[in-house]
């Protein structure tokens, strides 16, 4: 297996985009100034009052889960003031969307932003969050995947139809179509001993949070040979990327593309300052 090099490693942030913290215009804007390649919104429409899935990062849920812009609203406004950082969803939660409306969502940001997106999926941890959106918290996975499968016809096809089990229309006509070939990219946003087999059937990357695991690199290119696919066709991209150098050079000779820094829902007195030092480590990373 063929890995790139520090020199060709890309790097970006992420945030959680809030009616309290720097703006996503601003963040946008002075993250591309310090040349980043990317900027990452998660999402959640809502979080329910009365919750009894666990957060999984333990401990009480940050307030940020539920005082978050909408991603593409967001993303759209930072396409509008930017023209080379890639814009993403870090995550977006396919399973509690129309896959019809957000299939357009996507490609109009596509379209905006002159073929910078990419969208990072996942299946979401809340149940009660996604059974307010009327999503079957149990086949949640199948559901995602007939979901993008559908999004990829609406974006490939002139007369795109689908009929799944969990998704199903006759021929539409939808426009725009997206600006990238096929689609922005969607890298998959999970650690599950399941998410091999789902990336070799149907994402175009992996966006792991904080490493690979033992033995995980394995398991992926096995995924993927039973596909007929090439662990080199995918892009890794570690999230909550570290702040030492040695371990991010680690990182990128483990296999990964791209590193992308965690920054907090904070005002720009916090978040700059932060920027400014991943953008050194940045430099030193790349000599």
Not at 177 to 193: D, E, F, L, R, V
Request: proline share 7%; aromatic share 10%.
């Amino acid at each position: 297996m063929a890995f790139k090099g520090v020199d060709e490693a890309k790097f970006g942030v992420s945030i959680f985009p809030t009616d309290y913290s720097i703006k996503p215009v601003e963040i946008a804007k002075e993250a591309e100034a310090r040349g980043f390649q990317s900027l990452f919104f998660p999402e959640h429409t809502h979080i329910p009052t009365n919750r009894n899935t666990p957060f999984p990062g333990g401990g009480e849920l940050p307030k940020q889960y539920w005082h978050s812009h909408d991603p593409f609203v967001a993303l759209g406004a930072c396409a509008a003031v930017t023209s080379e950082i890639r814009l993403g969803t870090g995550i977006c939660l396919i399973i509690e969307r129309d896959p019809i409306t957000t299939a357009k969502e996507i490609a109009s940001l596509d379209m905006i932003s002159n073929g910078r997106t990419i969208i990072g999926i996942g299946a979401g941890w809340n149940r009660e969050e996604m059974e307010n959106h009327g999503a079957d918290f149990k086949n949640r996975w199948q559901i995602v995947k007939e979901k993008v499968e559908a999004m990829r016809a609406i974006w490939t096809n002139e007369e795109p139809e689908y009929h799944g089990k969990y998704v199903d229309f006759d021929p539409i006509w939808s426009y725009p179509k997206p600006i990238q070939n096929g689609g922005p990219p969607i890298w998959m946003g999970a650690n599950s001993k399941w998410v091999f087999e789902r990336i070799a059937d149907y994402a175009d990357g992996w966006m792991p949070i904080g490493g690979l695991g033992s033995g995980n690199m394995n398991r992926l290119k096995e995924a993927l040979d039973s596909k007929n696919r090439k662990i080199e066709d995918l892009t890794l991209a570690l999230f909550g990327g570290p702040k030492d150098r040695a371990q991010i050079v680690g990182r990128i000779e483990q296999g990964f593309d791209e590193v992308i820094f965690s920054l907090p829902s904070e005002g720009p007195d916090q978040v700059l300052p932060l920027l400014d030092e991943y953008a050194d480590i940045v430099k030193s990373v790349r000599g």
